[in-house]
């Protein structure tokens, strides 16, 4: 086996092994084209809809307040609310943070009280960690007890004083925050009701693992970012380059020099029918090809002069076409590969094939 195939076979097993963590976790996370997604999968017992509804509305509307971002290259983050209804939260639903719905009744007894630590045994709105280690650890499951009062209005005579926020404080649990660790950990009303930068970026450190914006990200922002290794940036203007050269959108690299195959068996040779094509891959670049009447007459590695066609791409890509789990049309179409034809015809013969393609 080559070094480079077994480096790629240990780097997919460590991809499953994430992947199984987090379809085990609760607080999930998911890593696309630099965007974070983390969802919050939250199992009510004794709720009804309509509570359930605004609850989940209110976690949205605070955890996405104000367009979070995310490291030193500025990852959009975004909080989704995933729920179900369950009976009881003994034994705890598989794959869920899950809240026993306690009924007030006007007394303080009829309010959740608080099983340890410190206060134990005083009565609170709501709170988490009932047999589980609060705040979670990675994103793993939490179980609590909230009042049907949880998220109550500030001043019932005055609407406009909206409600507390503590739906969206006890997330900040399942996200890994400790209480007393400011904004919203601190205050559940009030201007400074709100997640900090702080809590984001914990959030994701907690429940993505390090790294989860990483320097590659900073690549197209419009900015040759010189310390993340860049020596160009597509949307900058001057881009950076040399006029000879491309700056490839992926890599933001000018002088593509290290060198990477690329296995050509799912490409589909009739777009290429006669043409020189040099490929770029986003870590290891980059290989060529001179195609003639669907033949490949010549490959090899590094750049071609007077190429006709480049073709832009990253490592995730060319790996998932060159195990099949996507074609390299879907890969196209998804945006995923780049291409772009050197001169006017071959810009216009690959616009006529993208809309061709897009019929399917
Ligand atoms: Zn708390």
Same mark, same amino acid.
């Given at each position: 086996?080559?070094?480079?195939? &077994?480096?790629? +076979?240990?780097?997919?097993?460590?991809? &499953?092994? @994430?992947?199984?963590?987090?379809?085990?976790?609760?607080? +999930?996370?998911?890593?696309? =084209?630099?965007?974070?997604?983390?969802?919050?999968?939250?199992?009510?017992?004794?709720?009804?809809? +309509?509570?359930?509804?605004?609850?989940?509305?209110?976690?949205?509307?605070?955890?996405? *307040?104000?367009?979070?971002?995310?490291?030193?290259?500025?990852?959009?983050?975004?909080?989704?609310?995933?729920?179900?209804?369950?009976?009881?939260?003994?034994? /705890?639903?598989?794959?869920?943070? $899950?809240?026993?719905?306690?009924?007030?009744? *006007?007394?303080?007894?009829? @309010?959740?009280?608080?099983?340890?630590?410190?206060?134990?045994?005083?009565?609170?709105?709501?709170?988490? *960690?009932?047999?589980?280690? +609060?705040?979670?650890?990675?994103?793993?499951?939490?179980?609590?007890?909230?009042?049907?009062?949880?998220?109550?209005?500030?001043?019932?005579?005055?609407?406009?004083?909206?409600?507390?926020?503590?739906?969206?404080?006890?997330? #900040?649990? /399942?996200?890994?925050?400790?209480?007393?660790? #400011?904004?919203?950990?601190?205050?559940?009303?009030?201007?400074?009701?709100?997640?900090?930068?702080?809590?984001?970026? =914990?959030?994701?450190?907690?429940?993505?693992?390090?790294?989860?914006?990483?320097?590659?990200?900073? !690549? #197209?922002?419009?900015?040759?970012?010189?310390?993340?290794?860049?020596? $160009?940036?597509?949307?900058?203007?001057?881009?950076?380059?040399? &006029?000879?050269?491309? !700056? $490839?959108?992926?890599? $933001?690299? !000018? =002088?593509?020099?290290?060198?990477?195959?690329?296995?050509?068996?799912?490409?589909?040779?009739?777009?290429?029918?006669?043409?020189?094509?040099?490929?770029?891959?986003?870590?290891?670049?980059?290989?060529?090809?001179?195609?003639?009447?669907?033949?490949?007459?010549?490959? *090899?590695? #590094?750049?071609?002069?007077?190429?006709?066609?480049?073709?832009?791409?990253?490592?995730?890509?060319?790996?998932?076409?060159?195990?099949?789990?996507?074609?390299?049309?879907?890969?196209?179409?998804?945006?995923?590969?780049?291409?772009?034809?050197?001169?006017?015809?071959?810009?216009?013969?690959?616009?006529?094939?993208?809309?061709?393609?897009?019929?399917?």
């Amino acid at each position: 086996m080559k070094r480079g195939a &077994l480096f790629l +076979s240990i780097l997919f097993l460590i991809i &499953l092994i @994430l992947n199984f963590n987090l379809v085990s976790a609760k607080t +999930s996370c998911d890593v696309k =084209d630099c965007k974070i997604t983390i969802t919050i999968y939250l199992a009510f017992a004794g709720a009804t809809d +309509s509570q359930i509804n605004s609850w989940s509305q209110e976690i949205s509307n605070v955890w996405n *307040g104000n367009g979070q971002t995310t490291g030193d290259c500025k990852c959009p983050v975004n909080f989704k609310v995933n729920t179900s209804k369950v009976t009881n939260c003994s034994p /705890m639903p598989a794959g869920y943070h $899950c809240i026993q719905i306690l009924p007030w009744n *006007g007394t303080d007894a009829s @309010l959740p009280h608080l099983p340890a630590g410190p206060n134990a045994g005083k009565a609170v709105v709501a709170y988490v *960690g009932k047999t589980t280690q +609060s705040p979670s650890v990675g994103g793993a499951s939490l179980d609590g007890e909230w009042s049907n009062i949880t998220s109550r209005p500030v001043d019932p005579n005055d609407p406009s004083k909206g409600n507390y926020l503590d739906a969206a404080h006890e997330i #900040g649990h /399942m996200l890994g925050l400790a209480d007393g660790s #400011g904004g919203l950990m601190n205050f559940t009303s009030g201007n400074d009701a709100k997640p900090t930068q702080q809590h984001i970026d =914990d959030a994701v450190n907690n429940v993505c693992g390090p790294n989860a914006c990483p320097d590659k990200c900073c !690549c #197209g922002n419009g900015v040759i970012d010189n310390n993340k290794g860049e020596q $160009c940036d597509p949307k900058a203007n001057p881009r950076g380059c040399s &006029l000879n050269d491309v !700056c $490839c959108p992926i890599c $933001c690299q !000018c =002088d593509l020099t290290r060198i990477q195959s690329f296995n050509l068996t799912y490409v589909p040779l009739g777009m290429f029918s006669n043409e020189r094509i040099n490929f770029y891959s986003n870590l290891e670049p980059h290989f060529h090809i001179i195609t003639s009447n669907n033949q490949i007459i010549d490959a *090899g590695k #590094g750049k071609l002069e007077n190429p006709t066609i480049n073709v832009f791409s990253d490592e995730e890509t060319i790996n998932a076409i060159h195990d099949g789990e996507i074609s390299f049309i879907q890969a196209m179409n998804d945006g995923r590969l780049i291409y772009e034809g050197e001169g006017f015809f071959n810009k216009i013969k690959f616009k006529i094939i993208s809309f061709l393609v897009d019929i399917f």
